[in-house]
């Protein structure tokens, strides 16, 4: 249960420098449904949470804030 590399291309894309510091949280919210598909959930979600705990990953806090964020965006319609 992991994400293809394009999918994982497309999670670092949108968990990039460029765009985490440059982009509101609706804009990332919105590219980030966009690009992944809802069907794989809980790989997309490991996958962030591997990213959180790496933190040469994803380096910067601006990143690590739009992780959380993506990750609160996958469950929020869960009960």
Known sequence: MSLTPKDL???LSVLSEDV???ST????GQTFQ???SKCD???IG????TLLQHHDLIPEDTQ???????LYELYRDEH
């Open 9 to 11: 291309t497309s999670l």
């Open 20 to 22: 985490t510091n440059h």
């Open 25 to 28: 949280f609706e804009t990332i």
């Open 34 to 36: 966009s690009l992944l």
């Open 41 to 43: 959930v809980f790989s």
């Open 46 to 49: 490991l996958s962030i949470t």
């Open 64 to 70: 690590k804030l739009s992780a959380l964020f993506l």
